[in-house]
C-alpha cells in the first residue's frame, strides 16, 4: 500500500546530456512508496534530446529548459527556485540526473524529518550500482557534536552531519527561504557542501541509512582520484569557501583547511597527469583569492521565468 506525506515534497533533477540514465531516474520517482507532489527537470542546456524526452514521456514534469549550462550549483539554484516558488513545497528533494532513489528513499528521508523544526537536511546512504557504498558521497558524523543532538538522531535511526550531498539531500523549503539558494558561480564541486553547511550553521542535518539511492558515476571512485582540468574547480571553489562562506566558523574554516590540503596531496599522488593539476592548483588559488562569486541574479540573469524564480527566491532572503 502506498502512504503519504502530510508535506509537500518537490523533487529537482538536475539534467545535463544523460537521457538514458535521467529516464531511470524519473521512472524511480514515480515507483516512491511516499509519492512526491511534483518533479522539477532542470535541463541544464543539453544537446541530446533530453527536453523532448521529458516533454514527450514525462509530461507531468515541470520541465525547466535554460539557454546556457549553468553547472550543477546553477541547476539546482534554478530548481530549487522553482520548487519553492512555482510548485509550493514544503520539503526540497535535490538529485543528479544519475541518482536512482530505491522505492523507499524518500519515505525514509520524510521519516526520519518528522516533524522537527531544528532538523532542516536529511541526506540519503548513497551506494554504487554494485550496492557498495560511494566513496564520493561518504558522509561524515558531525564534529564536535553534542550528547543531546547525537541521541536525537539515534532515536530516529541517523547519524548527525555538518553537511550533504546533491545526489539525494531533502531540505526544509522554509530553510531555503530564509537562508537562499546554492551559490550558481560555483558551478560544480563544493556548491552542495557550501549550501548545506550555511543552512546547517545553526540548525541539524542526518545522514539516513535507510534511505538509500543509487549512484550510476562511470567508475567507482571519490573525487579526488584524478580530476583532471575540473581540479580547478575544487582548488576555487575551496578558497572561496574558506573565504567568504557564512555556514562555518573560524574554527571550523581551520580544520576543513587542514583536510583539503591532504586530500590536495592525495590527489596529486594518485594523478597521472600532474601538469594538468599544477596549472588548476595556480589558477585556483588565483583565482579564488582575488574573486569573488557573483550573486545568482546576475549569475543567472537572462533565463527567462528561471531567472524571475531565483530573483524572487533570493528577494525574499535579502528581506529576511
Not at 509519492?35 to 541544464?44: L, R
Not at 524529518?113 to 541526506?123: E, Q
Not at 534511505?211 to 558515476?217: F, R
Amino acid at each position: 500500500m502506498t502512504r503519504t506525506s502530510a508535506a509537500r515534497t518537490v523533487a529537482v533533477v538536475v539534467a545535463y546530456n544523460r537521457r538514458d540514465l535521467l529516464i531511470e531516474v524519473l521512472d524511480a520517482l514515480a515507483a516512491q512508496t511516499v509519492p512526491v507532489a511534483a518533479v522539477v527537470v532542470v535541463d541544464n542546456a543539453s544537446t541530446d534530446d533530453t527536453a523532448a524526452l521529458v516533454r514527450d514521456r514525462f509530461g507531468y514534469a515541470d520541465l525547466v529548459s535554460v539557454s546556457r549550462n549553468t553547472g550543477g550549483a546553477g541547476g539546482f539554484a534554478i530548481g530549487a527556485a522553482r520548487a519553492v516558488m512555482r510548485q509550493h513545497a514544503d520539503l526540497v528533494w535535490l538529485m543528479d540526473d544519475d541518482t536512482v532513489p530505491t522505492p523507499t528513499a524518500l519515505e525514509a528521508l520524510i521519516g526520519s524529518v518528522g516533524d522537527d523544526p531544528l532538523v532542516t537536511i536529511a541526506g540519503s546512504r548513497v551506494v554504487w550500482t554494485d550496492g557498495q557504498d560511494h566513496p564520493m558521497n561518504t558522509p561524515r558524523v558531525k564534529p564536535f557534536v553534542g550528547s543531546r543532538e547525537r541521541a536525537a538522531a539515534t532515536a530516529r535511526e541517523a547519524l548527525p552531519v555538518r553537511s550533504s550531498s546533491f545526489v539525494s539531500m531533502l531540505v526544509r523549503a522554509d530553510a531555503v527561504r530564509r537562508h537562499g539558494l546554492p551559490i550558481a558561480d560555483y558551478f560544480i564541486w563544493n556548491d552542495d557542501f557550501e549550501f548545506s553547511t550555511r543552512i546547517l550553521r545553526r540548525s541539524r542535518g542526518l545522514f539516513v541509512p535507510a534511505s538509500v539511492v543509487v549512484h550510476k558515476t562511470v567508475k567507482l571512485g571519490a573525487t579526488d582520484i584524478d580530476p583532471g582540468e575540473r581540479f580547478y574547480y575544487e582548488v576555487r571553489n575551496k578558497v572561496w569557501l574558506l573565504r567568504l562562506a557564512r555556514g562555518l566558523s573560524p574554527a571550523e574554516k581551520v580544520l576543513y583547511a587542514g583536510s583539503t590540503v591532504r586530500r590536495w596531496a592525495r590527489t596529486f599522488r594518485a594523478s597521472a597527469n600532474r601538469p594538468v593539476l599544477v596549472s588548476g592548483l595556480r589558477r585556483g588559488l588565483s583565482d579564488g583569492f582575488r574573486s569573488r562569486p557573483r550573486p545568482n541574479t546576475v549569475a543567472l540573469a537572462g533565463l527567462g521565468e528561471a531567472s524571475d524564480d531565483v530573483a524572487a527566491c533570493e528577494a525574499g532572503v535579502a528581506r529576511a
